[in-house]
Nanobody
Framework: QVQLVESGGGLVQAGDSLRLSCAAS????????MGWFRQAPGKEREFAAQ????????DYADSVKGRFAISRDNAKNTVYLHMNSLKPDDTGVYYC???????????WGQGTQVTVSS
């Protein structure tokens, strides 16, 4: 069992940067790939970024490629999402998840709200 707690969301202006953090409980953090997903108002949850267990591989949705960067610190049981050049379309609830790289994600956090004003 892995418990995930996101933090770092907030209200920012277009063009600003924000860093989200996701702290995981337990000693098995490094055995899971980690992902960030987001859900805009009235839309389905979508994939944003993922990182492999040891951080060697990353993958991004086209909509965030070049602006977002995912990283992890296995010593701190934490995964980060660095978001730059934010746009109003990036507004939504951001969730971190633990699971399999390019596979299924089975543990989910409660989410953190990101709002980007124009």
């Amino acid at each position: 069992q892995v418990q995930l707690v996101e933090s770092g969301g907030g209200l920012v202006q277009a063009g600003d940067s924000l860093r989200l953090s996701c702290a995981a409980s337990g000693r098995t953090f490094s055995t899971y790939a980690m992902g960030w997903f987001r859900q805009a108002p009235g839309k389905e949850r979508e994939f944003a970024a993922q990182i492999s267990r040891l951080g060697a591989n990353t993958d991004y949705a086209d909509s965030v490629k070049g602006r977002f960067a995912i990283s992890r610190d296995n010593a701190k049981n934490t995964v980060y999402l660095h978001m730059n050049s934010l746009k109003p379309d990036d507004t939504g609830v951001y969730y971190c998840a633990a699971g399999s790289y390019r596979g299924s994600y089975i543990y989910w956090g409660q989410g953190t709200q990101v709002t980007v004003s124009s």
